[in-house]
């Protein structure tokens, strides 16, 4: 341990951006004259339309979380047997899809990207095959036009966890516009919030009714009842909070660049450490700092000291959700994806954290790391 370089206060893995008070404020004030609370109200209706002109993107609708959207995205393409996805991802994935009546089959992870591997999905198509459900995990993107072309051949409908990749673009296209369907979460820990929240962008025009029924028990009028549906409707307040955000979220996402530049300055000369890269043609978010090390142990000692200078590191994503105790899967056949989970560990990254405390992270890490670097040479 280093005395001085212990933080007075806990440094989290992730902080909610928060907009100035005051703007909140001026955004809730017409919920009170209007007694409009929830149910497609005049902010949800602006935070819709304001989204889809940031993202980009023509159809899009919002929920009170990532998950429940990404539940209602996988019923509104009527899916049945088998989904292919992968096992490296939050438990919301895999439960959307076992919550739907359907088997997550698990493909093996790239080793550089952490996201499906394009390359071992196909030998796992079967008959029961309807669906790929790829996470553009860390924001990340996925291979987008390998899996559109296995989709095409096979059939197959797509669906993009892409809970971490607000605003990622692809060769300038913004990634909320590949495959069916795109879930984002607006959950307060995520780049971009709205308290809770989440939103689908999609690329059929016609499903539009459809989705709107089943955030909404499913009525597509007052007295009609098509779909047995749920509640995941997003409200004013939710939305007030995401429309004040969007205010701030380049700025947002350019503070978060500085803050993972200065952590690939410092950290890129230990050999220990792998760091997370984007190729030239993604517009990233910055919304992970994961780095990979040499071995589960070294992993586990690295989060255990960071607690103690109070810098909380998250193992993200340990355990597979393959591994989980609710299921009962093996990890056997995703070998690289159980290899990642066992070294990675996600740095604290958020937009108001400080240049220069990235850097005493740094130093922390190199400090703690010293005899391990020194004892290679
Ligand atoms: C956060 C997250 C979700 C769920 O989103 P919520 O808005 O929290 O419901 C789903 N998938 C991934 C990969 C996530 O990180």
Redesign the pocket.
Known sequence: MKQELIFEDLITVTQPSLPDFNSYIEHIKGIWDRKWLTNNGPLHEEFKEKLSSYLRTPNVELFT??????ETAIKSLNLTGEVITTPF??A??IH?ITNCNLKPIFCDVDPVTYNIDINKIESLITSETSAILA?H?FGQPCDVEGIERIAETHNLKVIY?A??AFGVKVNGTDIANFGDIS?F???A??VFHSI???MLSYQDESLSTKLRALKNFGMTSAEKVEYVGSNAKMNEFQAAMGLCNLEKINQDISLRKEVFYTYHEWLNKIDSIQLFNFENSITPNFSYYPILMDDYEQRNRLAMRLKEYNVVARKYFYPLCSQFDCYDFSIESTPIAADISDRVLCLPMYSELSVENAKQICEIIRYELGDEIVSRY
């Open positions: 979380n990532g998950h429940l959207a990404l991802t939050f919301s994935t959307a996470v995990v966890d809970a971490h879930m979460s607006f959950h820990t995520k809770e929240g989440g």
